[in-house]
């Protein structure tokens, strides 16, 4: 199993930048993958970003050129959002699949883009 802990969420004005990170703990050698997804209010959670075991990273067209997601280190991975726009607002969940495919959620941090 693998527990994760996000930090980093606030409230900011549109334009401005936040970083969120996510700390994995338990089975860690057991991760394939590492993401972000978002759920804004009374919407359906949606994919926002993934970074593979060898690195690999993908986005998603909403947030793509903006965010940036890396991962330091085989415990954490970021996600560094800049030109933050009001339609970025929303709950932002880190994930981690692993290689038996099971996967594993963080309880979230709120991101507000606000001025």
């Known amino acids: 199993q693998v527990q994760l802990v996000e930090s980093g969420g606030g409230l900011v004005q549109p334009g401005g930048s936040l970083r969120l990170s996510c700390a994995a703990s338990?089975?860690?050698?057991?991760?394939?993958?590492m993401g972000w997804y978002r759920q804004a209010s009374g919407k359906q959670r949606e994919w926002v970003a993934r970074?593979?075991?060898?690195?690999?990273t993908s986005y998603a067209d909403s947030v793509k050129g903006r965010f940036t997601i890396s991962r330091p280190n085989a415990k954490n991975t970021d996600l560094q959002m800049n030109s933050l726009k009001p339609e970025d607002t929303a709950g932002y969940y880190c994930?981690?699949?692993?290689?038996?495919?099971?996967?594993?959620w963080g309880q979230g941090t709120q991101v507000t883009v606000s001025s």
């Open positions: 994930n981690a699949v692993l290689h038996d495919f099971n996967d594993y």
């Open positions: 338990g089975s860690i050698d057991s991760i394939k993958a």
């Open positions: 970074i593979s075991s060898t690195g690999y």
